[in-house]
Every structure is written in C-alpha cells, then in structure tokens.
C-alpha cells in the first residue's frame, strides 16, 4: 500500500498498483468529486479512480481538434446510433466534464423533486431541502457569482437586447468561475484556471487530506466478494499512445461509488455483471441545437465569456431553455453549410456571427448498452412531441437575433435556404421533423442507472445504493431519472454529496 497522493500511467510489465481505501469513487467529474470531498472530509479514506489524465491549466488545448484529442475519450467519437447521429459530447479526464463545460450554476427547480416523487417513489421534500441545503455550499465554495460585466462580451449583451425586445424575461448567467476574463475558451479548458471545474478544487482537497487519484485508470469492473462489491480493477492505459499499462487493483473496506457518467456508468455496471432490467434504460438529454444570427457590425463571439445569456422564460412550456454559445471559429467553419470557395466566402463573416442556443428538455427516452468491446451503444431519437419543441427552440432563437437587429439568420437546417430574413422565421417554425434535416448535439445526459423506489423501476433508490447488492451506489447523471430543462452540473453535485453524506452517516 502506498500513502495517498496521485498516481498515474506505469507501463506494461510494471508492478500491478494496489490501493486500499474506505471508499473507491470511480470518475472525477461533477459527481464523482463531489461525494469524493464530502467522504474526504469526514475523515474516511478515498480512492478516486480516473480513466483519464490530470492535465494542468496551461497545458489545456486551444482548438477544439486538441481538446478532443487531450480531454475526450476516444477522440469524442460517441454519437447517438438512431436515426440521427448526434454527437454525445464528455469530457475524459481528471475532473470530467466539468473541464470543457461552461461552468453555468442553476438550482434544480422545485417541480423536478414532485415528479421524482411522483413518477419514480422518490420521497420529494427530504431530498429539495438537503439538494438545496448543499447547493448554497457548492456555491460558495465554486465562486458562484452572475458573470461580471466586463467578461460578458457583445454576443450576451445582444441577446440580452433581443429578449428585451421581446419583453422575454432572461437573465446574466451565474457560472462557478472566480474572475472570468471573458477569453470565451471554456469548452477547451480554462487556461486561465479561473473556472471553478473539479480538478481546481474539490480532488486537491482529497489529495490533501491523504486521499488518492489514480488517473489513466480505466476501471475494467467493479470487484465483488458474494453479493459485496470489494473494490474495482483494471489495466491503465497511456494517454498519448493509448497503450496499454500496467494493471491495478483498488479495494474498498466500505463502498464503491460509480461516477463514470450517464453513458459509461451503466455499461460499467452491466460489464461487472449486474442483470438489473431496468440497467441502462431512462437514458435521456436536452439536445441542443443553435442558430446564427448575422450582424452587420462586428459580434466578436470569441471575445467574452463562452456563455454568459440565458432565459428559462420556456422552460416549462414548451419545455426549452435559450443560451448563448460562443464555439471557436474551426467549429463556426464547420457548422456553416457548404465548402470550398463558397465555404472561405462564407466563412469571412464570422467576426458578425452570434450563435445563440436552444436546449430542448425532451422527455424522449433511450438506451445504453454494452457494445462489443464495452464501449457504450447509445440508442437515443426524439418522438415527434419533441421535435415539435426542438424546431419551436429554433426559432425562438432565430427571431430574437431579428429582434436584436441582425441581418439575416442561418438556420444550417436541411432543406431551407442558407440565410434568411426577419419576415421567414415561420420556415423554421414549419421545417422538417426529420432529426437528420438538423445539427444538434447531446451534451446534458441523464439516466442510465435511475433511481427509484421500485427496483422494476430504477437501478438505485433513493440513496443511490444499486438494488441486489451490498457497498455499491450510484452518484452521477446516470441516477436522475427525468430531464430537468436546466444546467445539470449543480443538480449533480448536489445529488452526490447528499448520498455521500448518507453514506457516512
Ligand atoms: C460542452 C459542455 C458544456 C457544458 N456546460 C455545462 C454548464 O455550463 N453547466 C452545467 O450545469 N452543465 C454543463 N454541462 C454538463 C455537465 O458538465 C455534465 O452534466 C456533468 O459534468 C456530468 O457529470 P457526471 O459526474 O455525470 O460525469 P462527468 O463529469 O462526465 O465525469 C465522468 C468521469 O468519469 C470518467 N470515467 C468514465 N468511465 C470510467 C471508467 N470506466 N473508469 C474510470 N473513470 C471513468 C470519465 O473519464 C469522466 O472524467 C456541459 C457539458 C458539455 C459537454
Ligand atoms: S471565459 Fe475564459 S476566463 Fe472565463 S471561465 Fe471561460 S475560459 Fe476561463
């Protein structure tokens, strides 16, 4: 046994590395270091086991083709395999998707707890108070604060404008950021280490109270004793080469926690040997989909914060939550339509581009399974209710770029001009609803693992403990059986160390 402290990638033919904590917490993101801090602090010791690599803020990559090589797995390659195949964006490394997300803080909203209750056996008010009880000290210790004016940038502020217009009751985002310089490089990492993203916080505070990180550590499965599970193994894995390594074994003396997110937690599950029917289904996300707006002077998107809008004037009916996203300009190039010589023309505009977004909170339901080799096989496609909402958010967004005094919009939907006017936002609104006819990514992803009272029902209940076996929980996206039609990380955070703090209790 080695005292605690970060370890990471040996070669094959090392000696295998074999821990022995209280607890072992598989994944580092938003949930999986959330319970690591609050098992840390209550004096117990913790094992955090990280298939990806501890980067440092100023090694973060400033393209996108270099974030999905040095923070996603397997170069971002997950997609929906449905009717469409929409890219399910994560991020692999120490700290999670908490690195590349946008570090945006929304409070679960009261009416997801009624329908927990309601729908899923999950006794309500108990849960909002310790949910909400947690997320006033995750927002103090995240810096959580409304984006300061100076990093807000010209694309917020236009929005802002637009909803105005619109008499749309919107809002500056608040974001776990302590003194955003508005550089817009969220997606790729803070290299200014103001985000607020785990690896800056809450894993040094493990490290520091004698816990451990095991980075490059893909757990394989998780170990059982009988029906106990005992801790988690696997075989590391080089972060450059992707070579295999050297193995590892990491014993838990009380509990192992999943955090290893909507996607790969239940296909962890499933590889470990658990049979629980209800494994990998409630799958589901808020798809997002955007549209340019065309100014005539210059927008600048890459100069302020990467999103800093939002209005959740929609979120329950029709059930959409509108943001602004500023996306680097390699990705600006290949949302635009068209190539070559029309592409560079096109492409000349970006400085008076402004993507504005709309995350659809659709109540569409899919799957993750196991594939061949592990990886996970998302099958996941919207019913037509949901579509109707998706093209609706599209052109909610297209008429507040109108209101806000853009030129023309550029929808990027199949079958409709490239660009169009104030008097066209109805094409959009009677557009096709075909998800192949857009561009939509998944990037909030719930379920996989859900709890509930009903083990017919859910994987968990509602502590997180995975049904049919002792010592294993659940503490990520994949526990929240609905979508929320806000920001998940908050819900998340929360979520774990509500269960963490039970654990310990
Ligand atoms: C581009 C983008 C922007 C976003 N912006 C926001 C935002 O501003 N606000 C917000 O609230 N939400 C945002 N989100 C969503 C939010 O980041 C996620 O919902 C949240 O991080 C999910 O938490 P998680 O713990 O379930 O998984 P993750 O944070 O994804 O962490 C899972 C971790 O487990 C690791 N892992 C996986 N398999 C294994 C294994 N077998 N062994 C060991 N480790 C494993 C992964 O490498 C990963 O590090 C955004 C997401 C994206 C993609
Ligand atoms: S906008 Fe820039 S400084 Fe602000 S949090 Fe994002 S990456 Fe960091």
Request: aromatic letters at 8%.
């Amino acid at each position: 046994m080695i005292a605690g402290g970060h370890l990471t990638f040996e070669r094959f033919g090392q000696p295998a590395i074999e821990l022995e904590a209280d607890y072992v917490v598989v994944g580092s993101g938003a949930g999986g270091a959330a319970a690591a801090a609050i098992l840390a602090r209550s004096g117990r010791s913790v094992a955090v086991v990280e298939a990806g690599p501890w980067r440092a803020p100023e090694d973060y990559p400033s393209t996108t083709t270099g974030t999905m090589r040095d923070l996603f797995a397997d170069w971002g390659a997950l997609v929906t395999q449905s009717r469409a195949l929409w890219p399910i964006v994560q991020a692999s490394c120490v700290g999670g998707t908490t690195v590349v997300n946008s570090a945006i803080v929304v409070r679960t909203p009261a009416d997801c707890f009624d329908r927990w209750e309601e729908e899923y056996g999950i006794e309500g008010d108990e849960l909002r108070d310790r949910v909400w009880e947690h997320q006033d000290r995750i927002e103090d210790e995240l810096c959580a604060g409304v984006v300061p004016a100076d990093a807000r940038g010209r694309f917020n502020t236009l929005a802002m404008d637009g909803a105005e217009a619109l008499g749309w009751d919107s809002h500056y985002m608040v974001r776990s950021v302590d003194r955003c310089e508005g550089t817009g490089q969220c997606l790729q990492g803070c290299r200014k280490a103001r985000k607020q993203s785990t690896n800056a916080n809450w894993l040094p505070e493990v490290l520091e109270r004698g816990g451990w990180v095991l980075s490059c550590a893909p757990v394989d499965r998780v170990d059982f004793d009988g029906s106990r599970a005992s801790g988690v193994s696997g075989r590391l894995r080089d972060p450059v080469t992707h070579r295999w390594g050297s193995s590892f074994r990491v014993r838990a003396r009380r509990a192992v926690l999943v955090a290893a997110s909507a996607t790969k937690s239940p296909v962890l599950l499933a590889r470990s040997g658990l049979k629980n029917k209800p494994l990998g289904t409630l799958f589901r996300a808020h798809p997002g989909t955007g549209v340019f707006g065309v100014y005539d002077d210059p927008v600048d998107q890459n100069v302020g914060a990467t999103q800093a809008w939002a209005s959740t004037a929609f979120r329950v009916e029709p059930g959409l939550k509108l943001e602004t996203l500023a996306i680097p300009p390699e990705m600006v190039a290949g949302r635009l339509p068209g190539g070559g010589a029309e592409l560079v023309r096109r492409f000349a505009e970006y400085r008076h581009l402004a993507m504005w977004v709309a995350a659809v909170r659709a109540e569409s339901a899919g799957t993750v399974r196991p594939g061949l080799f592990g990886e996970p096989v998302v099958r996941y496609v919207l019913d037509a209710a949901d579509m109707h909402r998706f093209r609706q958010g599209l052109a909610l967004v297209a008429r507040m770029h109108f209101a806000a005094g853009a030129r023309a919009v550029i929808p990027g939907i199949y079958g409709l001009p490239y660009a169009i006017g104030p008097d066209e936002p109805h094409l959009i609104e009677e557009g096709p609803l075909d998800p192949r006819a857009y561009i939509a990514i998944l990037s909030h992803l719930f379920g996989g693992c859900a709890m509930s009272a009903d083990p017919r029902q859910g994987v968990c209940d509602a502590h997180g403990k995975v049904y049919g076996v002792e010592g294993l929980y659940v503490v990520d996206a994949s526990v929240i059986p609905t979508t929320i039609g806000v920001n998940p990380q908050h819900t998340i955070m929360a979520l774990a160390s509500v269960f963490a703090e039970r654990l310990v209790a």
